[in-house]
């Protein structure tokens, strides 16, 4: 039921994945090397859920009541959307006729770094989870410009709307830690 409602999610946010073959105009090795790219921004998109949650579940101190309101809600809503967008890349590896992740290559292709420190404060959370969605942001378009030499349209729209959102937790994630400086 989940998977339905996401696939819906995705597709009311401007991505269709329901066509079963959206690999035409580009040849074998360009959907294999797109495919592998987008698999590393799976492992990345599901590393940073992982971490945003882990944030979200940490959110303690001083001013836990405040913080609850607002870091754990923004939290919550960014994961959700990392979430959503590890449908989407499966589903398209998947269109391309990619092979699908295990939970070990998640670990192994993942760029995200684990934060293993007992607590992080707060303001912490907000700046590294701003520096690795700029470094999503980075890798999304690197592999916006590769689908762009294959002519890969299908998965050029999606890491737009992937940058977008990127792009966009990261501007707030900025904006909340300076608002937490003054």
């Known amino acids: ?3 339905v409602e996401l696939s819906r999610t995705i597709r009311s946010n401007g991505v269709d994945t329901s066509s079963s073959d959206r690999t035409a105009g580009f040849d074998a090795a360009g959907a294999t ?20 949650k882990n ?23 960014h994961a959700e959307q ?10 398209r590896v998947r269109d391309l006729g990619g092979r699908k992740l295990s939970l070990s290559e998640v ?17 912490d959370m907000l700046v590294e989870l701003m520096d690795d969605n700029k470094a999503m942001t980075h890798a999304l ?3 916006r410009d590769l689908c762009d030499r294959h002519k890969d349209a299908e998965s050029i729209q999606l890491l737009e709307t992937l940058i977008d959102q990127a792009e966009h937790r990261s501007w707030f994630l900025s904006a909340m830690s300076r608002d937490d400086e003054e």
């Open 1 to 3: 039921m989940a998977q």
């Open 33 to 52: 090397e797109i495919s592998r790219t987008l698999n590393a921004l799976l492992a990345d998109s599901f590393a940073l859920y992982l971490k945003t």
């Open 55 to 77: 944030f979200h579940w940490q959110v303690g101190g001083p001013r836990f009541r405040s913080y609850q309101i607002s870091y754990r809600l923004e939290f919550d809503e």
């Open 82 to 91: 990392l979430f959503e967008a590890t449908d989407a890349l499966a589903d």
């Open 107 to 123: 670990g192994q292709l993942r760029r995200v770094r684990d934060n293993e420190r007992p607590f992080v404060q707060p303001t």
């Open 141 to 143: 378009q690197e592999a």
